[in-house]
């Protein structure tokens, strides 16, 4: 596929009675020069690291006319996200223009004043004291899955990433757009954000060749169809809203609501924005939150069987429910550990506004800042065994730097929907696992690969075996 010029690195996984070192990219012996870095971007983001990134440390180099800062202790992490936030809070030019044509102006790509008066706006409406509005949609999107995993003929393999994915959406597409939404109309979405996704480089040139705000992406037909079809829809769900005619309780419908209440300016489209925006930065997340969750317990047999002692205890035979997840607290610690080892959004870049020094580095306007989750939560000085999955690190409500543990960043542009990502991961999981057991094809490679989101690459191919029936359900 790179006619020989850059192979992927190696794959480590080991397990033992008791252990499991979960599946990563070898670290590479040395560093691979820039065009197997080009080339590498486009396979993955995380395979090009080598040892000496896997530590607490803050390091500069070139990506030709580019510096590249790349920071990796709590402290400095602090420094940029918190003490100045401001001169960092900008997302990278890669980032911006790989998004810009589905999202506009939406929140995850935002800054400045816009950032500003948006983010309390769409930070209320996704609010945990919200959340038991969406519990019921969160139940029976799982209870769906588990009629369609009933009904399926012993043995049959499907892939656990789409599932997931089919899950997440569901719920989100719901929770934002309403509970009319229609079948049609979630699944044009749904596929509308795939083939967007398929279409995004990893890599802009024009940035690491001077360009400050990097070059605009490459339209491709399969890229203006897939925006054209989700902007439809989501227009269709804010004309209905704005006569009235919506779901009371969506997010879009709350979004109107406050914008009307304190006078903020938001014309359709930017409220066409902030809805995609919601809907894109809240599914693939969960969805590869939970398939990574069901590898890493498929693997380790011990915290599994502690899992579902857990739900027994709290659930007996009846379904899974909102009101359980602030009990599940082994099941919380699996999902914590999950977003330690595998990231959603592994790498979180910035672009500089003025000139400043982090640690000993002179930083020049327009660089890149690079803080990687990815690296952080396996940095050897931060975390004892990082490359092992164990759930216990998080158990009873144990502590942990919060500048080293960044799953959902930290500072000011925190993931608005923190709680409700994690809690939907928890209740799915737990739904999920209380009636089924999850089994990878045997023999089966998994290679975690970054793009946009840590996926793992092919996907993860699994059959599914019923536990027991419930009450109830
Ligand atoms: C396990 C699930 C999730 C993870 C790991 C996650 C992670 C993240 C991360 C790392 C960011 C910051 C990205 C950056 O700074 O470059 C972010 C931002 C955001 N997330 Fe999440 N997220 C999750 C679920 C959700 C859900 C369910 C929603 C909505 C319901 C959501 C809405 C948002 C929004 C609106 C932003 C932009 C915030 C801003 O820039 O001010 N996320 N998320």
């Known amino acids: 596929m790179y006619l020989g010029l850059y192979e992927p690195a190696d794959v480590i996984e080991e397990r033992g009675a008791d252990y499991f070192i979960a599946a990563h990219p070898k670290p590479r012996a040395e560093s691979p020069g820039f065009l197997k870095v080009l080339l590498g971007a486009r396979h993955s983001l995380i395979g090009n690291w080598i040892e000496d990134h896997y530590r607490a ?48 102006d939406g929140l995850f790509i935002s800054d ?13 409406i996704i609010h945990k004291r919200r959340l038991p ?92 169809e897939a925006v054209a079809n989700v902007h439809e829809v ?31 300016d938001l014309d359709v489209t930017a409220l066409r924005n902030e809805a995609a925006t919601i809907f894109m930065a809240g599914h693939e997340t969960t969805a590869t939150t939970l398939t990574w969750a069901f590898y890493l317990l498929a693997n380790a047999p011990w915290a599994e069987r502690r899992l579902l002692e857990e739900i027994d205890a709290i659930c007996g035979d009846r379904a899974v429910a909102m009101e359980d997840v602030q009990h599940l607290d082994w099941c919380r ?21 003025e000139a400043d020094r982090i640690a000993h580095v002179d930083v020049e306007a327009g660089s890149l800042v690079m803080i990687a989750p990815w690296l952080l939560h396996r940095a050897a000085d931060l975390w004892e065994k990082p490359n092992h999955f164990r759930p216990e ?30 809690d939907e991961s928890v209740l799915c999981l737990a739904s999920l696992m209380q009636r089924f057991r999850v089994t990878p094809r045997p023999g089966y490679r998994v290679e975690p690969i970054c793009r946009l989101t840590l996926r793992p690459n092919g996907g993860l191919p699994v059959t599914v075996t019923p536990r027991r029936s419930l009450r109830g359900s």
């Open 234 to 264: 989501i227009d269709d769900v804010i004309e209905t809203h704005l006569r009235g005619e919506g779901d009371a309780a969506s997010m879009v419908s709350l979004l109107i609501a406050r914008n009307a209440r304190d006078a903020s």
């Open 112 to 124: 400045g004043d816009t950032w500003k008066r948006r983010r309390p706006l769409v930070a209320d």
């Open 57 to 104: 440390c803050v390091d500069s180099y070139r990506i030709l006319r580019r510096q590249v800062i790349f920071v990796n202790t709590p402290e400095h992490i602090k420094y940029v996200m918190v003490t100045r936030h401001a001169n960092f809070e900008r997302k990278s030019p890669q980032m911006r223009r790989a998004l810009e044509m589905l999202l506009g």
């Open 333 to 353: 610690s699996v999902i914590l550990e999950t977003l330690r080892l595998y990231p959603p959004v592994p790498l979180l870049p910035r672009q500089t506004r």
């Open 133 to 224: 509005e969406f519990a019921g949609t969160m139940e029976l999107a799982a209870k769906a899955t588990l009629t369609r995993w009933a009904d399926l003929p012993a043995q049959t393999e499907f892939e656990l990433t789409a599932e997931m994915a089919h899950l997440t959406a569901l719920i989100i597409a719901k929770a934002v757009f309403g509970k009319n939404l229609g079948a049609d109309a979630a699944q044009q979405v749904i596929q509308g954000f795939t083939a967007y996704q398929k279409g995004v480089d990893n890599f802009n040139l024009g940035y690491f060749l001077g360009a400050d705000e990097g070059w605009p992406l490459r339209r491709s037909r399969a890229m203006r």
């Open 393 to 422: 690190r998080f158990a009873n409500g144990a502590k942990y730097n919060p500048f080293a543990f960044i799953p959902f960043s930290v500072g000011p542009r925190i993931c608005a929907g923190l709680n409700f990502g994690q």
